[in-house]
């Protein structure tokens, strides 16, 4: 009998023990101990004054075999800080009291907001995440790069306006050229476009690029290490509607937009045709990284010269319902990319009608010239034609290098086509659709006198090169 009183008695004991030693394992660590990080500084890309940034994080860690209580969290400037923090869900600047267990973590998320001022290039943001634990004190940098801008926000340009190159102009909440009004963008001018802002054109839209001096239409996020190096459908495009008349744009790039339809969306205007009048000509301009179309036009007139359209998510250049287009040494081409899937929408398409239910749809003349252009891409058929009969159908496609499967119709002209043998793109991975010395669009083209240099001001020669480079 004290054999067994004597085991138990042991066994109480031992539980006793064991629920102590556990207690005081899991007892907060109230003196001494450290907190270390998941990266030694966060760094932010360019951040455009009055748009935020993305959100970042890092960890804190306990690597202690005790739990902690952090006595505070906070930013060194206090509530002048540009920075903001999340802490645990809590957004905040300045947070104590957080307990974090035993060789576990905390996520810190942060992201930063520049108020705008005077300065005209770049400036640089610095502050400090401060980490308290008993009497130790940590810290982890943040830097970012502010950029002044003028910002247009849910604006409508009812007089006529100038934008020159002194700021960037980022563009929130979309902006509406009025009608009877002209927006001119002088060389140089970068545009950002926040995400699902477009730039409406009911008037005019003059872009005055050059060759060392384009003009650029992008998305406004900036934070190219956490983006990559460009992403399809960072903002919708620019939006020419029927009230809109003549608008050229020249050497200027429209990069990375098409989110909810095209990168250039052209209406039929309300006024009949003019001889020799466009509501959009583009010359030397790039269209690239669409999500959606390049150029979606709905019965309308376009001059397209020495342009290069590529990387889409639909077609490069669609015609719909009829229209006049006129398109010389171009380059279209789409071989997918990030976020890019080409599976079943040709580089181009050519309709003269369009669908208006299940049924039924509408028609008009369709009149397209093509010469001395490459439509090219990664699918057996890249040119698709279109006629449901209720209008002309008239195209002409002079000197061009396609990829189709089918012949051409006999009902289409086409004289000089160079069918399904590739152009020999120099890097398309890169972006660059200039032409390996080999390429069968060399030479090909017919000359014109009309377009004496290719996109990049080269000289064309007595025996011009199909496509925007020479």
């Not at 023990?17 to 109230?30: E, V």
């Not at 000197?399 to 086509?417: G, Q």
């Amino acid at each position: 009998m004290k054999t067994r009183v004597i085991i138990f008695s042991i066994l109480i004991g031992g539980i006793i023990l064991s629920q102590f030693s556990s207690c005081k394992k899991d007892r907060l660590l109230t003196e001494g101990g450290f907190v270390s990080f998941s990266t030694d500084t966060l760094y932010f890309d360019t951040v455009f004054t009055a748009v935020g940034s993305v959100t970042k994080e890092f960890k804190i860690y306990n690597r202690n075999d005790r739990p902690i209580k952090i006595n505070n969290i906070r930013l060194e400037n206090g509530s002048a800080s540009f920075f903001r923090l999340n802490v645990d869900g809590i957004a905040t600047k300045n947070i104590s009291d957080v307990e974090v267990a035993a060789n576990d973590s905390v996520y810190v998320f942060a992201a930063v907001t520049v108020d705008p001022n005077a300065a005209t290039n770049p400036f640089v943001i610095n502050d400090k995440v401060l980490v308290q634990l008993n009497e130790n004190d940590f810290e982890v940098p943040l830097q970012a790069y502010g950029q002044n801008a003028h910002v247009i926000r849910d604006s409508v340009l009812s007089i006529n306006t100038t934008w020159s190159n002194d700021l960037p102009y980022v563009i929130i909440n979309s902006a509406f050229i009025d009608s009877g009004y002209t927006l001119t963008i002088q060389k140089g001018c970068r545009i950002y476009m926040h995400a699902n802002s477009k730039l409406f054109v009911g008037g005019t839209l003059n872009c005055f690029g050059t060759k060392e001096d384009s003009i650029i239409f992008q998305g406004d996020r900036l934070d190219r290490n956490y983006f990559g190096q460009d992403f399809p459908g960072e903002w919708r495009g620019l939006h020419f509607l029927r009230s809109g008349r003549m608008s050229s744009l020249n050497y200027t790039v429209i990069k990375n937009g098409g989110a909810t339809d095209a990168a250039v969306y052209v209406e039929p205007p309300w006024v009949p045709f003019v001889a020799n009048k466009y509501m959009l000509e583009m010359n030397k301009c790039k269209v690239e990284n669409s999500l959606g179309f390049g150029i979606l036009a709905f019965n309308t007139k376009i001059n397209l010269n020495n342009c290069l359209v590529h990387t889409c998510g639909q077609q490069n250049f669609s015609a719909i319902e009829g229209g006049e287009y006129r398109i010389n040494y171009c380059t279209f081409a789409t071989y997918g990319g990030s976020g890019i899937t080409h599976v079943n929408q040709p580089v181009m398409a050519l309709w003269n009608y369009r669908s208006i239910s299940e049924t039924s749809y509408v028609g008009a003349d369709l009149f397209v010239e093509i010469a001395n252009s490459i439509i090219y891409g990664s699918q057996e058929t890249e040119l698709a034609f279109l006629n449901k009969g209720t209008g002309n159908f008239d195209v002409k496609l002079i000197n061009c290098l396609v990829r189709r499967k089918d012949p051409i119709p006999a009902s289409i002209v086409n004289v000089n086509m160079i069918l399904n043998r590739d152009p020999l793109f120099n890097d398309r991975a890169a972006w660059d659709y200039s032409l390996e010395s080999g390429s069968p669009a060399k030479g090909a083209a017919s000359a014109n006198g009309f377009f004496i240099d290719d996109i990049c001001d080269v000289p064309r020669s007595a025996t011009p090169t199909m496509g925007c480079y020479e």
